[in-house]
């Protein structure tokens, strides 16, 4: 089992910056991919869009469309945590982001992950 807590969202005008952070508690982090997927207001659960993946040795990483360049993820296998780096943020960001884990390859498809946190508000004001 595991368990994914996410932290660091919050309010921030257009054009700044935000590092979302999400701890695991297992003890073979190392072998999960990890997502951030966002779900926008309005939004079901199950429209929740893809952000960003990352290879369970963190040497692959990969990004949507609509945030690539602005947005990093990372991980650090030593603290079990896995990060998102958001900069240029625009209003069109604001959403509830959520962190997810899978053993094995990475992947943008939500349905896919088998771990979920409890997702974090990241509003973005004009």
């Known amino acids: 089992q595991v368990q994914l807590v996410e932290s660091g969202g919050g309010l921030v005008q257009a054009g700044g910056s935000l590092r979302l952070s999400c701890a695991a508690s297992?003890?073979?982090?190392?072998?999960?991919?990890m997502g951030w997927f966002r779900q926008p207001p309005g939004k079901e659960r199950e429209f929740r869009e893809f952000?960003?993946?990352?290879?369970?040795?963190?040497?692959?990483?990969y990004y949507s469309d609509s945030v690539k360049g602005r947005f990093t993820i990372s991980r650090d296998d030593a603290k079990n945590t896995m990060y998102l780096q958001m900069n240029s943020l625009k209003p069109e960001d604001t959403a509830v982001y959520y962190c997810a884990a899978r053993p094995g390859l990475y992947t943008s498809a939500a349905y896919m992950y088998d771990y979920w946190g409890q997702g974090t508000q990241v509003t973005v004001s004009s």
């Open positions: 952000v960003a993946a990352i290879s369970s040795s963190g040497g692959i990483t």
């Open positions: 297992v003890r073979t982090f190392s072998s999960y991919a």
